[in-house]
């Protein structure tokens, strides 16, 4: 047995141990009284939670579209396009790394407190995919388009056109595909940086979006979890939300965000729901190496909790009192 596995056993044997003390949380106690009771009402406050530092910028924005009044759709969609307007920004919208052929493929998706929601995958030289993916949802009879079909959608709904890669991020992938033995796509803590966004608004309901350029130098055509309804975003009004980063297929192998969500339902805290969908993905792979995974979660009370596979995620949390960036626990140090 490899010295990781060894360590990961020790580590998941811990953490197992900690996760069969079943504790409801306390938003499950007051969702027992019923979703409208004026107590869960009176208890919300607006916040937003979204994932990396990046999210700290993301989160005034979604703020202001809160705090005047504006519903959490709004706020995760305004908060984002800080993001995925950031030209320095490697990793999400108009500055985000190509796929291995040199081409900027953007995913993005959006849900709201009616479990509506909208997606674009492999989206090319389209500005704000979240926007996008929001036109899909209101739009159209459709969750999802792609490619092609997705661009002309958005050219067809006055969408601007963006010029992809970006100088530097087509300098990075130049150099890239010169070093012939870094020919597979790169993932490590340093290119896993979607954002992922979840708010309550004043009225108490939720809504996510999760927008990204994907894994860098990725295979053409490869679409990962941050687009695809319940597994890098799940939303469900009655309990809780969910957002995830990190290695998209290990994402989409559990479901990831819907089982943190259904996790919550079944009354576990935020925390210990993000910590769980950790520990499954651990159960099903064999090989972690760089198989980093995070998972950021709030529910129905404003509870939120983060949990990641590998050190160093970590979570944006913004309240009427707070403007933060929290490390997120973790299962692993890097080697
Ligand atoms: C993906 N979850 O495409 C994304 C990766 C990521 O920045 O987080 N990239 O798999």
């Not at 979703?35 to 993301?58: C, D, E, F, Y």
């Not at 909208?118 to 979240?130: F, M, R, S, Y």
């Not at 796509?185 to 004043?202: F, R, V, Y």
């Amino acid at each position: 047995m490899s010295e990781l596995k060894r360590r990961t056993f020790f580590k998941l044997g811990l953490t197992g141990a900690l996760l069969t003390a079943f504790k409801p949380s306390k938003a499950a106690e007051l969702m027992e009284e019923g979703v409208n009771s004026s107590k869960l009402r009176r208890a919300i406050q607006p916040m937003v939670v979204s994932t990396w530092n990046h999210g700290l910028a993301a989160n005034e924005a979604a703020w202001e579209t809160l705090s005047a009044g504006g519903n959490a759709l709004s706020a995760v969609e305004n908060g984002v396009k800080v993001t995925e307007a950031d030209i320095s920004n490697r990793s999400v919208g108009i500055g985000g790394l190509p796929d291995s052929s040199g081409k900027v493929t953007l995913d993005a998706c959006i849900m709201d407190e009616n479990s509506k929601c909208g997606a674009v995958a492999c989206l090319e030289g389209i500005n704000h995919p979240i926007s996008v993916a929001r036109a899909v949802m209101e739009k159209t009879p459709h969750v999802m388009l792609v490619g092609k079909g997705a661009r002309e959608f958005a050219l067809d709904q006055g969408f601007d056109k963006i010029k992809t890669p970006v100088k530097e991020a087509k300098k990075a992938w130049k150099e890239w595909k010169k070093e012939e033995k870094r020919k597979s796509p790169e993932i490590n803590h340093e290119n896993h940086d979607t954002i992922g966004m979840l708010a309550i608004d004043q009225f108490g309901n939720l809504s996510g979006a999760c927008t990204t350029s994907g894994w860098a130098y990725k295979m053409p055509g490869r679409v990962g979890d941050s687009p695809i309804i319940g597994a890098g975003l799940f939303v469900d009004n009655e309990i809780g939300a969910a957002c995830a980063t990190g290695m998209g297929e290990a994402v989409i192998r559990i479901a990831g965000s819907h089982t943190v969500v259904e996790l919550m339902r079944q009354g576990h805290s935020p925390q210990k729901a993000c910590e769980m969908a950790v520990n499954r993905i651990i159960r099903k792979h064999d090989n972690l190496e760089n198989l980093q995974v995070g998972f950021i979660a709030l529910n129905k009370f404003g509870e939120y909790g983060s949990y990641s596979v590998y050190a160093g995620f970590n979570v944006a949390v913004k309240t009427a009192d707070k403007a933060e960036l929290e490390d997120a626990p973790y299962l692993m140090e890097w080697e």
